[in-house]
């Protein structure tokens, strides 16, 4: 995962540094660092479902990583949505750098899962197969967002 959240445009470096710091890899000043980071239960679920298919575990790393960007680029929306300010024991993303920059953080995690998914290909797996996981991987978006939508509203009562 850490191979795709990475950028070679120095515009781009505190972006980045967002991501990294949100998944645990960075402090708030982008420094390196062992922060607790999730669980990391969806992309094994990925890897063990794959394998007990008869499949090759090694080939849906790209699959799993992309599930994982999901759903920190959910949780950095859910962190606006419900105003929380922190999130693993440290400040949320918005908390630090406000609620605009934590939208694009987000953004930016959900366009990497779309290329992690898209880098399926660069593991022999067929073209069909890619597009048809893209298709799922993004039905299963917008039922998240769905139900995130549901949620709001509950809490708005």
Known sequence: MRAVVQTADPRHAGLFGMLRYHLGWADAAFNPCQARAGKRVRPVLCLLACEACGGNWEQALPAAAAIELLH?????????????????????????WGEAQAINAGDALFA????????????????????????????ACLALNGGQYLDIGFESR
């Open 112 to 139: 990497l899962a779309q290329l992690a998914l898209l880098r399926l290909s660069e593991r022999d797996v067929p073209a069909t197969t890619v597009v048809a996981a893209l298709r799922l991987f993004n039905h």
């Open 72 to 96: 920190n680029f959910s949780l950095i929306h859910d962190d606006i949505e419900d105003r929380d300010k922190t999130r693993r024991g440290r400040p949320t993303v918005w908390a630090l």
